[in-house]
């Protein structure tokens, strides 16, 4: 299960252009076989590598492993 707040999709990048749920969905299912700490980190990654590491909002991400 993965949680999080607008601040994660609304990321914007240099050109101006939100990170969205398709990178955020996309994110997730290429590293699907992670473990959710594991999982938390690489999509918090792509958002950093996106915004250049310049959030210009909160953001909020949980990764819960469900079995």
Do not use: H, M, W, Y
């Not at 076989?33 to 690489?42: K, V």
């Amino acid at each position: 299960v993965i949680l999080f707040t607008d601040g994660v999709t609304e990321a914007r990048d240099g050109n101006d252009e939100e990170f969205g749920e398709e990178r955020l969905i996309a994110a997730a299912v290429a590293n699907r076989a992670c473990s959710a700490p594991a999982l938390e980190a690489r999509l918090s990654e792509c958002v950093a590598s996106f915004t250049s590491g310049s959030l210009q909002d909160d953001a909020t991400l949980i990764v819960v492993a469900v079995d």
